[in-house]
C-alpha cells in the first residue's frame, strides 16, 4: 500500500534553514505530482507547494515563494521542502501529499516550530 | 484566489443522525471539489472528489453533491468514527488549491 513517511523537522531560531523529506513507498513515485500542505496549531490546511513527477513544474504559494524550494529525486522514491528564512508563523505540520489536484493520499506530517 | 467558506463552523449531531455540511465557492469551481476528513493527531483522509465521487474504501453513508458554487457533504447516518474535522478544497484555479476552513462534528 502507498506510504508516505515525513521526516527533518524540529525546533529552528527565526531566520534560519530547514529540509524536510519524504519518503514514498507502494507507488510508482515518477507518475504523481507530489505537494507539501502545512496545518498550524489549532488551523486549517494550507497548500504550500507541488512538484510534477519529472520536476519540470514546480508551483509555490505567495506565503513561502523565494524562500522554500521543494524538489525530488525519483531514484530514491524521495520529495524534499528546503526551507530558508523560517519566521515564527511557518511554524505548522507539514504534509507530504500525492496527487495533482486532491490527494488521496498523505504522510503523517512531520512538526515545524520556529521560535527564539 | 477563489475563497471557501464552510458552515456551520461546529455541528452538533447525535449519532445515528444525518449530518450535512456546506460548502460555497466565491465563483464558480464546476465540480471541482474534494472533501477530507482529518481526526485530531492524523493526517487528513480523502473521502469525496469530483464533488461526488466517493474515494477509495470510504463508506456509502458518505456523499457528497453540488457544482459550481455551492457544495454538501451528507452523512447519512452517524457513527462514532465520524466525529471530526472536515475540510473542503477546490482544484478548479489550481494552483493553489483552496482549502476551507473546516467543520467540526461534534457529539450532541
Known amino acids: 500500500q502507498v506510504q508516505l513517511v515525513e521526516s527533518g523537522g524540529g525546533l529552528v531560531k527565526p531566520g534560519g534553514s530547514l529540509r524536510l523529506s519524504c519518503a514514498a513507498s507502494g507507488l510508482t513515485f515518477s507518475d504523481y505530482y507530489m505537494n507539501w500542505i502545512r496545518q498550524a496549531p489549532g488551523k486549517g490546511l494550507e497548500w504550500i507547494s507541488c512538484?510534477?513527477?519529472?520536476?519540470?513544474?514546480?508551483k509555490y504559494a505567495d506565503s513561502v515563494e523565494g524562500r522554500f524550494t521543494i524538489s525530488r529525486d525519483n531514484a530514491k522514491n524521495s520529495l524534499y521542502l528546503q526551507m530558508n528564512s523560517l519566521r515564527v508563523e511557518d511554524t505548522a505540520v507539514y504534509y507530504c501529499?500525492?496527487?495533482?489536484?486532491?490527494?488521496?493520499?498523505w504522510g503523517q506530517g512531520i512538526l515545524v516550530t520556529v521560535s527564539s | 484566489e477563489i475563497v471557501m467558506t464552510q458552515s456551520p463552523a461546529t455541528l452538533s449531531v447525535s449519532p445515528g443522525e444525518r449530518a450535512t455540511l456546506s460548502c460555497r465557492a466565491s465563483?464558480?469551481?464546476?465540480?471541482?471539489l474534494a472533501w477530507h476528513q482529518q481526526k485530531p493527531g492524523q493526517a487528513p483522509r480523502l473521502l469525496i472528489y469530483?464533488?461526488?465521487t466517493r474515494a477509495t474504501g470510504i463508506p456509502a453513508r458518505f456523499s457528497g453533491s453540488g457544482s459550481e458554487t455551492e457544495f454538501t457533504l451528507t452523512i447519512s447516518s452517524l457513527q462514532s468514527e465520524d466525529f471530526a474535522l472536515y475540510y473542503c478544497?477546490?482544484?478548479?484555479?489550481?494552483?493553489?488549491?483552496?482549502f476551507g476552513q473546516g467543520t467540526k462534528i461534534e457529539i450532541k
Open positions: 469530483d464533488a461526488s
Open positions: 501529499a500525492r496527487g495533482k489536484f486532491y490527494s488521496d493520499y
Open positions: 512538484i510534477s513527477g519529472n520536476s519540470g513544474y514546480t
Open positions: 478544497q477546490e482544484y478548479n484555479d489550481w494552483p493553489p488549491r483552496t
Open positions: 465563483e464558480s469551481i464546476s465540480t471541482n
